[in-house]
């Protein structure tokens, strides 16, 4: 399907639920489109998919959103200016439903790739009639319900109900259609009373009966078919094209004709009168089949040489008028004929056109403007793949900026910054929280050697530290020097905060134990703990950062400072906080704590 249908998904379920519900949707849809253009071709399960994603994240079914999408399409393409093509189909909403198929094929021009569906009327009457809607694609049943009831709406200012009758499947060779028979209701009581004055209309002063030769002297490629099927007459031009053996008069019209236009439909009586408000296209083959080409003699240099010329089918469309009168149909049509080269490659001439009508205009017009046309296609297409590339390119970078964002202050922090103006709003205060303080002991950097040493020491421990913080929920604040900063219970509020500082505490020792400066020596640490209220919030513009505020943190800091290599010191608070049974928690005593005086501390050993 075309990318202005999904577009028009796009367009109202953002205006309608928000940017924030349409990402969610084409995630939960597997949709990897970021943006969808107009003339580029999509796979045609993606309108189901993004129903289905919208049926999983609002709550509502699949079929409702289908109807809705539909809807959405008809609201969507009158922005476009499409809804004066809809208008000028007839005065009625019947006219209009009568000529969707004419619609379909003028903007097969615009859209050549549209697979579009096959639809005709039965039925008609004061109250309505009935639908037969043909497709290749199974699955937008809902989606023509909510067209029609919006159409009928807009355009009509009509309350249409619709009903399904009956659906099927049918198959022909390695192609399937769905064919759905929908009872719509609404008042039509104008259209036929229309169509009785005009049934009832008399012209005055022309002749109940003329020849029919001047049908065909006016519609020189048109066809005579009688209720077989087989072709009784025709124009007088075919004899000029035919390559056959002799005629194709009393014979079926299947041989030498076939139906490309009503798609999906069989080629009877029944079906041609029903349609006879649609264009027809059919493919003439001049007569000629695979098992009696004929050898066309060349005149060159004099000589006379057999060559097979290979001459392409004819294409031909117009419309089916059954004549009362002769019992029959014809078939008044003409050559489908685009540029010269469409002319020359079906083996025609202008003069073999109808000479009244358009189309020997339109031929030298479209030959024209063809290739003025294809450069802006190609334009348009280079322009839309680059478009979508950018887009790519966009969230890519967002991709990165926001891993950046998330490495610098938690996530639910970031995302409320990013909703906000002001960064006080990411100021909050915290009841309990556990702070932990590591430094690296024993490095020296007296030289500019041992520098790089100490640093390259400090990059190897930081790493090894960074990679437990998605082992625990805890969140690495930052780190000074050789200090390294851990907080628990902050932003995401925790009863079990120290709990998951301590048993970060010990795989951190763990950690240490296993890197070594060289074989003489190895790296400690001092930990120290501390548990209790605090204050966090961004700070700072040019490097936000997320930052503790509160007297937890500087005796957390304490504790670092006057804890032993090798081991870790908790405060009285996070001692209480710590259950005996799990955690082997030794009394060090009091001890000189800088601005707090002495202060009972603990050891804890192990788990």
């Not at 093509?85 to 909403?93: L, S």
């Not at 009935?130 to 009928?152: E, P």
């Amino acid at each position: 399907m075309y990318g202005m249908l999904l577009e028009s998904v796009a367009h109202f379920i953002q205006i309608e639920y928000g940017e924030d519900v349409w990402t969610a949707i084409k995630k939960a849809a597997n949709c990897e489109y970021q943006v969808f253009n107009t003339h580029q071709v999509y796979p045609d399960n993606l309108m189901s998919n993004l129903a289905v994603g919208a049926a999983t994240v609002l709550g509502a079914s699949h079929d409702s959103f289908m109807h809705f999408f539909g809807r959405c399409f008809v609201r969507f393409f009158c922005h476009l200016g499409y809804d004066v093509t809809v208008k000028a189909t007839g005065r009625y909403f019947t006219d209009f439903l009568e000529s969707v198929d004419n619609i379909h094929s003028q903007f097969c021009f615009t859209y050549p790739k549209m697979q579009s569906p096959s639809m005709y009327l039965t039925d008609i009457d004061a109250n309505g009639c009935v639908l037969i809607y043909r497709s290749c694609r199974d699955g937008f049943t809902q989606y023509l319900m909510g067209q029609l009831i919006q159409i009928a709406k807009d355009f009509y200012n009509l309350s249409l109900k619709v009903k399904v009758l009956d659906k099927v499947s049918s198959s022909s060779g390695s192609r399937s259609h769905v064919i759905v028979t929908f009872r719509l209701n609404f008042d039509n009581r104008e259209y036929m009373l229309y169509k009785s004055r005009k049934d009832s209309f008399h012209r005055i002063g022309i002749p109940e009966k003329f020849p029919i030769d001047i049908i065909l002297d006016l519609f020189p490629f048109c066809l005579i078919i009688d209720k077989n099927m087989t072709i009784i007459s025709s124009g007088k031009k075919f004899f000029e094209v035919w390559k056959g053996k002799g005629n194709f008069y009393n014979k079926p019209i299947t041989d030498y004709f076939k139906l490309r236009r009503p798609k999906g439909i069989s080629f009877t009586w029944k079906n041609t009168l029903n349609l006879q408000s649609v264009m027809f296209e059919m493919e003439c083959n001049r007569g000629i089949t695979n098992s009696n080409a004929t050898a066309v003699s060349t005149i060159k240099d004099g000589s006379n040489i057999s060559s097979m010329e290979e001459i392409k089918n004819i294409l031909l469309k117009g419309q089916m008028k059954y004549v009362k009168d002769i019992d029959a149909i014809i078939y008044i049509c003409s050559p489908i004929i685009n540029d010269l080269d469409d002319l020359t490659d079906q083996a025609l001439y202008l003069n073999d056109l109808n000479p009244h009508g358009l189309s020997k205009e339109l031929v030298l017009a479209g030959w024209q403007h063809n290739s003025k046309l294809e450069v802006m296609f190609d334009k348009a297409e280079q322009r839309s793949d680059e478009l979508d590339k950018n887009y790519k390119l966009l969230e890519a970078w967002k991709k990165r900026g926001d891993e950046l964002l998330y490495s610098m202050m938690p996530k639910t922090v970031a995302d409320k910054l990013r909703a906000t103006e002001s960064s006080l709003s990411t100021c909050e205060a915290f009841d309990a929280v556990s702070i932990l303080f590591c430094e690296l002991v024993g490095l020296t950097s007296k030289t500019v050697k041992e520098t790089m040493l100490v640093v390259s020491i400090m990059n190897t421990v930081f790493s090894q530290f960074d990679s437990l913080m998605d082992k625990f929920p805890v969140y690495k604040v930052e780190t000074v020097g050789q200090v390294y900063m851990v907080a628990s219970g902050a932003p995401e509020k925790t009863q079990l905060h120290a709990q998951n500082i301590a048993d970060l505490a010990f795989d951190m020792l763990k950690t240490i134990s296993k890197i070594k400066i060289n074989e003489s020596s190895e790296v400690k640490v001092k930990i120290g703990i501390h548990s209790g209220p605090a204050v966090a919030g961004v700070v700072g513009i040019k490097v936000p950062r997320y930052c503790f505020f509160g007297d937890t943190i500087n005796t957390a800091s304490r504790m670092q400072s006057t804890s032993e290599p090798g081991k870790i010191q908790i405060s009285k608070n996070t001692k209480e906080l710590l259950s005996e049974e799990k955690y082997q928690i030794k009394s060090r005593g009091l001890v000189e704590v800088k601005g707090k005086g002495k202060m009972q501390t603990y050891w804890l050993l192990e788990k």
